[in-house]
Every structure is written in structure tokens, then in C-alpha cells.
């Protein structure tokens, strides 16, 4: 038995609590890091509550934490409880208050505080955490099998994916962005031990770098390829195409087959391996030729300026400025019958493939649409096969989850299927 | 904090009062007056600077417990302790606006209510009328003194396994120790905390060749274990043998002696569990022999002998936890279930990945609400 028995002493007071002497310098430290360049201030919120989920059109954070999670019981009641619970957290945290609310972090010295701790005086950092339901969670085990709405279904295999096993699919995921990454690893880490005995990890991605604007008040970021990305992205403010492409059941949308999906969408995640040794030994002319933009302006091959649109059929010298393989034309709406996403990704690297010794690094690319099955499953199919990209990506890992519409303040998470 | 669900449209709430709804709370609004409570009806007030009870007496009886946080941002929670520390009512997550409510039968005598993290954390309570005989708390008592027999007996068996073991090694019987290793570790594996308690008699016995700062003084149970299935000898084990014989002998002599705190049950019960996650669900206890998964039943049996012991306390504080944690015991028995060969376990080596991770997956289910028991049965004057 322990010796030492901590005093009843809040726990930052108390040596005997937090033990490691580095804690009290950590936080300070991170507290004074500055906002990432770029990032609108820091210390801003973004409602947990509303109609739709946050972090979907929220202008895209400068990191995310994304977990697939496998539920673990077998009781309706005990998921529910955790669906209860976590949207209770999540409004608490995305007000950069701990969990279990101001006292979180204290209470008594001989039980565990609720609250874990690290993002204790950092700002709310913009902290969003979005919900979303895996095929998988419609099987048997909870009665949910006719409530799963037709469009999730699992991805059929699709060219260009080496998917690893440890890396696809799961009942439930979290999206948590923030701009400060401490703050969205504390979101999750929060709700997987809430969640503890109901729900375990399947698989969790860091990224880092919004490789996406999702606002018109952002500028476009460029993603580990070096090039800028998401210049053509839907956006916050393009609500007729939102309605059209992006919410379920919304305006011009195909109609809503589950009543509880209706403000809801998809979320599909695809984590993209960039086999960067070989792109980065690419010259600047193949570079471009694949991309299809200009890489230092972000410019159209068939342009000047990186907002100008694509001109599909412009040609010099007989001919086309944008190669027939490029990314951006096989990418585009007009050449995919109309079809827009909403974009939201993230660079990542996980350090070292230990087989080759090359770097493990690329995108983690995160889509939001209204109908995956016939958005991007259909787009993805053509780029495996015919872009020029393809040549330098691997897809790894994969995703579709249901993210259901909005919170209202005295509801919460589950509501439509469990409640 | 773990609750069985409950439907949600009974809490038409701010959600931050989900949190407190399913413990009795309710927002300082909705004042529904205390009228007609029982004789003693008190109401405890949480501020920043402490917490007051009004009154702060009451006749042996019924008494019920209101308990309102009017605006401290530091406290949220109020507990009633007896005189033997234990806590017989609490509210918790009460944050500013929410109030909460408890009542329970008290028998005459000296009380405290605490509100951890105020300026002044207690302060006192009495209830009048003729007082029992015994301050002790009698399900202390009877957890405690349970725990103190279980400790001795394990730790015989011990002394009698140990002995075995020892005797095969001495004698050069390669099969016959590798055969008693195993019976000899189980018991020191149920009382493994207790066992640290005792400064260098835990490193002794049990230390593993990774924490040994010099090779040469490498002692105990894995030193042998080396010897015997990696090396498949016990060339040179005598003396390591007499020495453990000796080593558990000294234990033996400390635990007769040895009382323990209800905290210490508590404590222990999660300490065991944080071995299983650190050492035994890893492969790297018993890094020769691969039998971690005996060590980790043994782990999860000293550490469900512990709480069943504090069960009647808890019950009375917290009967959902109860439920929860004796589910996730089970749950994790069950999941042991499948890797029992006769009276031992399956090696490790014999798991996929899949089942060491379903197995780690059980114990951190286990181990989250357990680890909240301590702080719902103990005052602080017992910690």
C-alpha cells in the first residue's frame, strides 16, 4: 500500500497528486505558445449547440484528432448513457471548461479528478467535436438495423487503396478540431475514458495543418505535397450548394430516407499515404503537369491566379494546359456531373514505415456530403484509375460514418436512435 | 459518475445538468421547498470558503440533506462522514445554481461534513440522543479485519508454495520447479500491494532482471525463473532459492502484524489492476515462463477480494457503482475464461493480438470505476 496518501489539497497544489515537477513549467509554456499563423484568435468558441453539428462548416482549425471507436457492450442503455455523457462533456470542453465543469480538475484528493487536465488555461481554441455512426453500429446488437439510412453503407473497394486492417472502418467516430492540438487531444482522451467499458479505440489519427478552407475568410493552405489545396473547396458560405450536396435532406438534396439523419450528413475518411520520397524527386514541370495548378500561385495551368476557374479546354501548343490526367481535372465538378464535397482534411505523418525507412506522411483526407455512395465513391473511383496523382498516393485507411444533425441545448447525442 | 442510463426527456435541463440530474441534483430554480421533511431536515450551504450546515444538530433519527450551491466556483460537492471515516451521503457536480439532496438514518454521535477543495474543508455535525457504545464504523471494522485474514492466509500459501518450489530447485529437479513455480506465484500475485508496502521486500522477491541496477545482485522469484525456462537449469539457484525462502518468510512475520486502512483496500484493489494493464497484459512479468495470464487472474481475484470487502460500505453511497464495478469484474473473469488450462492459464505466447487487447480492453473498463471507490467511501480523516 502506498506510503504516501495524497492531502485532500486541490490538485495542483499537491505535489503528491501531480508528482511530475514538469507540469506547473508544461502548462505555461503551452499557454503562451502563440496562435498558429493564420488562425483566428485563439481564444475564440465555437457553440457546441445548434441545428447542425459543429465542425463540418466551421471554418476548418489548425488540428485535428480523429478517433474510430468500436462500441463494446452489448446494452442499448449503457451506449446511450455514453452518447448522454459525452455531449454533456463536449459542450462543457468546447467552452474551455473541464469536464465536470470550473471544479473538474480538483475535488477530493482521494479520487480521480474528472477532468484529466492538459487543456486547463489554454483557450477553447475554436474546439469543435463532431459525432458520427458506423455502418457497423446498425447489425443486430442494438435493434438498429432498419434505422440506417441507405446511403451508409460500407465503401466498396476502390482502386488505389492497400488499406491496413488496423485502420478501417469502426461503430462511432469523434472529430475533434481545434487550433491548439493540446486542446483537441484532450477533447478525445476526455470521452474515450468517459466512454471506457462502453466503447474502446479502433483506430485514431493526429493531423495537423488543415489542408482545406472551408470559409472564404481563410486563406488556402498547402498540403504536404507542397502544393495549395482546396482552392475549388465548397464553402461556408455557399448555402444552395450546402443544402444541395452537403446536408441530408436539405434543398435540391436527394430526400431523407431516416427522419433522425435529416440535418445531418456523411463524413467519409480516407487516410492517404504520400510516398514523398518519390514526389519530392519529381521535377517541378511533373509536378505541376499531375497537380494541374501552378505550385508556387496555386493558379490553373489554364490561368493566372489560383482563384481563377478551371478552363478544361484551353490548349497551348495544341495542347491541353490542364494534362488530361491532372488531379484537378479528374477532381472537378464538371467533369464528375456537377458533383461538390465539402472538403475538411488534414496533413499527418505517424514518423517511419519501419519496412522501408521512408516517411510515413500524406493527408488525411476528410469529405462531407450528403450522399458518399454517389459523391465520392464515383469521383475516387476515377481518380484511382486515371489520375496522375495516383502514381505517388496509397490509401490506407477508410471510413463512412453518419454524422447526425445538430445538439439543441437540452438534448443530446443518440436522440432519433436510442432515445 | 457511472450511471445506468436514463431517459433523457426527463431532464429538461441545460446539459451540464446531465452531468448532475442522474445524482440527485436540480437546478437552485426549481425550488421545490422542503416542506414536510423529516425532523431533521438540514440544508448545507457550499462556498468558496467552506461549507455550513443549518442546523448543524439534529435528534438521532431520519434526517435528509439539502445541499445547494449558491455560487462557489471552487466546490461542488458535500459529504457527511462518521466518526470512523466513512462517508454515509454525498452530492456531487453541483455547480454553481444546482442544488442536491440526501437522506439517510443517523445514529447519535459526532459527525464532519467535508467539501474538498474549499478554504475550510470541514466542519463538524452532531446528532444528539444516546450515542453507541463503538466509534468504530462496523463495516469498516469488518472490511478491514476481512482483508487483514485474506492477507495472512495468502500469504502462508505463499510461505507453503515458496517452500515447495525452493525444495525442487535445491534438489536440481529442473521439471519439478518449473512445474511449482507457477502455484507459488499465484498468492503473492493477490497481495502483491501489500507486499510493496514493505520498502525492499518486494524487489527482493519479485523484481524482474530489467529493474536490477546491478546484474550480480539479481534476486528472486524471476532470477529463477531465468534459470529454468530459458535456461532449462538450476545450476547456481540454490542459494537465490534460500534466499526467497527466506525473503517470504520475512513477509510472512510483517503481515501478522499488519492492520490496514479502509483506503488501503481501495487502493490496493486499483493498484492491482494497474499491474495487470502495466505488466501482466504485456507479456513482460513473466518474460521466461510466459504464465502472466496466472498473474493476471491472481491480480483481478486480490483486487475483487478488496472491494467485496468494501461492497457493504459502498453500497450505501453508491449502489449503481457497486453494480457497475461487480458487471465489470465479472466481465473480466469471463474473458479469462476461455485461457484456463487445468489449474493454471494459457501461456501468453499462445495470444493473438485481437485477445490481448480484448483482455486489456476489459481491465481499463474495470479499472475506470474502481478507481472512484475510494473517494466515495472513505472521509478524508481515513485517508
Excluded at chain 1, 457497423?136 to 491496413?164: I, K, N, V
Excluded at chain 1, 462511432?172 to 487531444?185: E, I, K, N, S
Aim: with cysteine; glycine share 10%; proline share 5%.
Amino acid at each position: 500500500m502506498s506510503a504516501v496518501r495524497p492531502s485532500r489539497r486541490g490538485v495542483l497544489t499537491s505535489a503528491a497528486v501531480v508528482g511530475a515537477a514538469g507540469i506547473g513549467a508544461g502548462v505555461s509554456a503551452v499557454a503562451s505558445r502563440p496562435a498558429a499563423a493564420g488562425s483566428p484568435t485563439a481564444s475564440r468558441t465555437v457553440p457546441f449547440h445548434g441545428t447542425r453539428q459543429a465542425g463540418v462548416t466551421t471554418p476548418a482549425q489548425d488540428s485535428l484528432v480523429f478517433a474510430a471507436l468500436d462500441v463494446t457492450t452489448k446494452r442499448a442503455g449503457d451506449l446511450a448513457d455514453v452518447l448522454q455523457r459525452w455531449s454533456a462533456a463536449a459542450a462543457t470542453m468546447t467552452t474551455g471548461v473541464p469536464v465536470g465543469g470550473p471544479g473538474g480538475l480538483g475535488g477530493a484528493g482521494d479520487e480521480p479528478p474528472q477532468d484529466t487536465g492538459e487543456a486547463h488555461e489554454l483557450p477553447a481554441a475554436n474546439l469543435t467535436v463532431t459525432l458520427g455512426y458506423g455502418p457497423s453500429l446498425f447489425d443486430e446488437r442494438f435493434g438498429l438495423a432498419d434505422r440506417r439510412p441507405a446511403a451508409l453503407e460500407e465503401l466498396p473497394a476502390l482502386p488505389g487503396e492497400q488499406l491496413d486492417p488496423t485502420k478501417v472502418g469502426g461503430d462511432l467516430c469523434l472529430q475533434a478540431c481545434a487550433d491548439d492540438p493540446q486542446v483537441a487531444f484532450h477533447a478525445v482522451r476526455n470521452l474515450v475514458r468517459i466512454g471506457r467499458g462502453t466503447v474502446r479505440v479502433r483506430w485514431m489519427q493526429l493531423g495537423f495543418g488543415r489542408t482545406s478552407t472551408t470559409s472564404t475568410t481563410q486563406s488556402t493552405p498547402r498540403n504536404l505535397m507542397g502544393f495549395k489545396d482546396g482552392t475549388a473547396n465548397l464553402r461556408a458560405e455557399d448555402t444552395a450548394d450546402l443544402e444541395k450536396f452537403v446536408w441530408v435532406g436539405g434543398q435540391g438534396a436527394p430526400a431523407a430516407d431516416q427522419d433522425w439523419m435529416r440535418g445531418g450528413t456523411y463524413l467519409v475518411a480516407r487516410r492517404i499515404r504520400m510516398l514523398i520520397e518519390s514526389w519530392d524527386r519529381a521535377s517541378l514541370g511533373e509536378q505541376e503537369r499531375v497537380i494541374g495548378r501552378a505550385k508556387e500561385s496555386g493558379a490553373p495551368l489554364s490561368g493566372t491566379q489560383e482563384f481563377d476557374a478551371l478552363d478544361l479546354d484551353k490548349t497551348v501548343h495544341g495542347k491541353p494546359a490542364i494534362d488530361v490526367a491532372a488531379h484537378v481535372r479528374l477532381a472537378a465538378p464538371d467533369t464528375n456531373g456537377g458533383v461538390k464535397m465539402l472538403r475538411r482534411g488534414y496533413s499527418y505523418t505517424d514518423g517511419l514505415d519501419v519496412a522501408t525507412g521512408q516517411l510515413d506522411a500524406g493527408l488525411f483526407f476528410i469529405v462531407f456530403g450528403n450522399d458518399p455512395h454517389q459523391q465520392f465513391v464515383p469521383v475516387q473511383r476515377r481518380l484511382g484509375t486515371h489520375d496522375a496523382l495516383t502514381e505517388y498516393l496509397k490509401h490506407t485507411g477508410s471510413g463512412i460514418f453518419a454524422c447526425p444533425p445538430g445538439v439543441q441545448r437540452d438534448g443530446a447525442w443518440g436522440e432519433g436512435l436510442f432515445i | 459518475m457511472i450511471r445506468t442510463s436514463r431517459p433523457l426527456l426527463a431532464l429538461a435541463a441545460a446539459p451540464l445538468l446531465l452531468l448532475v440530474a442522474c445524482s440527485g441534483g436540480s437546478t437552485a430554480a426549481d425550488d421545490s421547498a422542503s416542506g414536510g421533511a423529516a425532523s431533521g431536515a438540514v440544508k448545507v450551504t457550499l462556498t468558496d470558503d467552506g461549507c455550513t450546515a443549518e442546523p448543524n444538530s439534529v435528534p438521532a433519527g431520519a434526517a435528509s440533506f439539502e445541499v445547494v450551491n449558491s455560487g462557489a466556483s471552487a466546490v461542488t460537492e458535500a459529504e457527511l462522514v462518521n466518526s470512523g471515516g466513512r462517508i454515509l451521503g454525498e452530492r456531487e457536480n453541483l455547480t454553481p445554481g444546482l442544488r442536491g439532496k440526501f437522506s439517510l438514518k443517523l445514529e447519535a454521535g459526532e459527525y464532519t461534513i467535508q467539501c474538498p477543495n474549499a478554504a475550510t474543508e470541514t466542519s463538524t455535525f452532531t446528532v444528539t440522543g444516546s450515542a453507541p457504545s463503538s466509534t468504530e464504523d462496523p463495516l469498516f471494522a469488518a472490511a478491514t479485519s476481512g482483508y487483514q485474514t485474506y492477507v495472512k492466509q495468502q500469504v502462508a500459501d505463499l510461505v507453503t508454495a515458496t517452500g515447495a518450489f525452493a525444495a525442487a530447485v535445491e534438489a536440481g529437479d529442473v521439471a519439478k520447479a518449473k512445474e511449482l513455480y507457477g502455484p507459488a506465484r499465484a498468492p503473492y500475485e493477490r497481495i502483491e500491494p501489500v507486499a510493496e508496502s514493505f520498502g525492499d521486500l518486494d524487489p527482493k522477491i519479485d523484481v524482474r532482471i530489467a529493474d536490477v541496477a546491478d546484474p550480480s545482485t539479481w534476486t528472486g522469484f524471476h532470477r529463477i525463473e531465468q534459470a529454468l525456462f530459458e535456461k532449462g537449469t538450476t545450476e547456481g539457484m540454490a542459494p537465490v532459492a534460500q534466499q526467497l525462502v527466506a525473503d517470504v518468510g520475512q513477509l510472512n512475520t510483517l503481515v501478522q502484524t499488519t492492520t490496514y486502512q479502509p483506503a488501503d483496500l481501495a487502493n490496493g484493489a486499483s493498484g492491482l489492476l494497474d499491474e495487470v494493464a502495466k505488466s501482466k497484459v504485456t507479456g513482460e512479468e513473466e518474460a521466461y515462463s510466459h504464465l502472466d495470464l496466472l498473474d493476471f487472474a491472481a491480480n483481478v481475484e486480490g483486487s475483487r477480494k478488496a472491494f467485496d470487502l468494501l461492497t457493504p460500505a459502498l453500497q450505501v453511497t453508491d449502489a449503481d457503482l457497486v453494480t457497475t464495478i461487480q458487471g465489470r469484474f465479472d466481465d473480466v473473469q469471463t474473458a479469462l475464461q476461455p485461457y484456463r488450462r487445468g489449474d493454471g492459464y494459457a501461456l501468453y505466447t499462445e495470444l493473438t493480438p485481437d485477445q490481448v487487447k480484448d483482455l486489456a480492453t476489459a481491465v481499463d473498463a474495470l479499472a475506470e470505476p474502481l478507481s472512484q471507490v475510494s473517494g466515495k467511501v472513505v472521509g478524508a480523516a481515513n485517508q
